[in-house]
């Protein structure tokens, strides 16, 4: 089953990334690994704006909502990420 969860994974991100092209969003990276911070899965830019892009795919609504994954933690943990690719680029 991870095999699955992996290709879903990969189609909501090629999704992702072809919604926010067509939004004007310039794709700056994609899978952004920060070793033990974790992952980005896209991070893109529009004009003077950075976006942090979490995708969650889901193909039922059978475990919930994509956003219901959105823990506190998660939230947290994609925040110190980020703040990591900031640093790692010289954006502080």
């Known amino acids: 089953m991870p095999h699955q969860r992996q290709k879903t994974g990969t189609v909501g991100e090629a999704v992702a990334r072809a919604y926010l092209e067509s939004c004007g969003y310039l794709i700056l990276t994609q899978n952004w690994h920060a070793g033990r911070w974790g992952e980005i899965d896209i991070v893109a830019s529009k004009g003077d704006e950075l976006v ?9 609504h059978e475990y919930g909502l994509p956003v219901e994954s959105m823990t506190p933690w998660k939230i947290k943990h ?5 703040k990591f690719y900031l640093q790692k680029i010289n954006l502080k």
């Open 52 to 60: 942090f892009v979490e995708v969650k795919t889901r193909y039922s």
């Open 78 to 82: 994609i925040l110190k990420t980020a």
